[in-house]
């Protein structure tokens, strides 16, 4: 079955870091771009960060809000793809979503990310 299980979210106060882990089953996730989106209440769906195959070398690119302070990363061995997040505000406050590029595309369930004192 494919699917991807995204986990690490929670709560942390300004300035802080995350770690999110995204797990795929049912596919290699190194032959996909994959990408984080993330949702706040009240706003759409915005693509974070995203990571190419490795076809494409991994190339990632970054949304400008969070340039700088996010790196998206693949462990291959562990077919995960990661999202540090360092240095967190609280309009970081949204679910995250893993999500493979591709036909089908597949998304995660989504973990919650709270940036607040």
């Known amino acids: 079955q494919v699917q991807l299980v995204e986990s690490g979210g929670g709560l942390v106060q300004p300035g802080g870091s995350l770690r999110l882990s995204c797990v795929a089953s049912?596919?290699?996730?190194?032959?996909?771009?994959m990408e984080w989106y993330r949702q706040a209440p009240g706003k759409q769906r915005e693509l974070v960060a995203s990571?190419?195959?490795?076809?494409?070398?991994?190339?990632?690119n970054y949304a400008d809000s969070v340039k700088g302070r996010f790196t998206v990363s693949r462990d291959n061995a562990k077919n995960t793809v990661y999202l540090q997040m360092n240095s967190l505000k609280p309009e970081d406050t949204a679910v995250f979503y893993c999500?493979?590029?591709?036909?089908?595309?597949?998304w995660g369930q989504g973990t919650q990310v709270t940036v607040s004192s």
């Open positions: 049912g596919f290699l996730s190194s032959l996909y771009a």
């Open positions: 990571i190419a195959s490795m076809i494409h070398n991994s190339n990632t």
């Open positions: 999500h493979r590029v591709g036909r089908p595309d597949v």
